[in-house]
């Protein structure tokens, strides 16, 4: 696995995404991967390879989210990269249910403010403004009622170690989902690096996928049953 901000080359991205070095340079080919010829090579950016799978990690279903995981949590064992737990990212101080928030710039002040109060991000501003321009960028929120907030970029200058935050609204908001669809469950995933961030959001989207787990969700009522709803479903994910 290349270091942090070294490129890729055809064979290097192969062995990451696993894949075959003629099945990546067909996709590069195609126009299907982000890259660039440097002397008639392709070369590929990690954070463009990470924005990428960020993508694809919104647009998959199930199975596609089983292979996403898959090869990420592969890259990770290489490295000795724990596996990754929502429940544990997610401290009892950092839930709010229901969160009072009822816009788009409270929600996000709201949310930031939950991540701080663990005392593991240090710039709230920061971190808001960021997650402020991703959302006028590209929203975050889902068809399903979820918005998973985050920066475009992992911010390991601000943050102690990597946190979740979670609040829901007692009642759907207009937060920028498809079709003018409400949101009420709002997630803020701070990461330190882009393979942590793609392997939270690749696992969190497992579980926000699952409608048997929204409704167990939406139904706990406190930051403890919210935060056991998750160790419930999470144990039922294949490792």
């Not at 929120?141 to 200058?157: E, F, I, Q």
């Not at 392997?199 to 048997?212: F, K, N, Q, Y």
Request: charge should be negative.
């Amino acid at each position: 696995i290349k270091m942090a901000h070294e490129d890729f080359d055809i064979d290097s991205l192969a062995v990451y995404l696993h894949l075959t070095p003629p099945q990546v340079a067909k996709m590069a080919d195609r126009g299907n991967l982000p890259g660039r010829k440097v002397g008639g090579h392709w070369r590929f950016a990690q954070a463009e390879i990470h924005h990428w799978l960020e993508e694809r990690i919104g647009a998959s279903g199930e199975s596609e989210l089983i292979e996403v995981e898959g090869v990420l949590q592969s890259a990770a064992e290489k490295t000795s990269d724990e596996v990754i737990a929502i429940a544990s990212m997610l401290p009892l101080e950092a839930i709010e249910v229901p969160l009072s928030a009822r816009t788009r710039n409270s929600v996000v002040n709201s949310m930031v403010g939950l991540a701080a109060r663990t005392g593991l991000l240090w710039d709230p501003e920061k971190m808001a403004e960021a997650v402020r321009l991703r959302e006028t960028l590209h929203p975050t929120a889902l068809d399903n009622g979820v918005a998973l907030l985050h920066p475009r970029r992992p911010m390991p200058t601000v943050l102690a170690e990597p946190v979740l935050a979670l609040g829901r609204t007692s009642s759907g908001i207009p937060f920028g989902g498809p079709r003018g669809m409400l949101t009420d469950i709002f997630f803020l995933i701070c990461s330190i690096d882009d393979r942590g961030h793609l392997r939270t959001l690749a696992r969190l989207s497992r579980l926000v996928g699952d409608p048997e787990f929204l409704t167990a969700l939406r139904e706990s009522a406190t930051p403890a049953a919210t935060r056991d709803c998750f160790m419930e479903f999470e144990s039922r994910i294949p490792r």
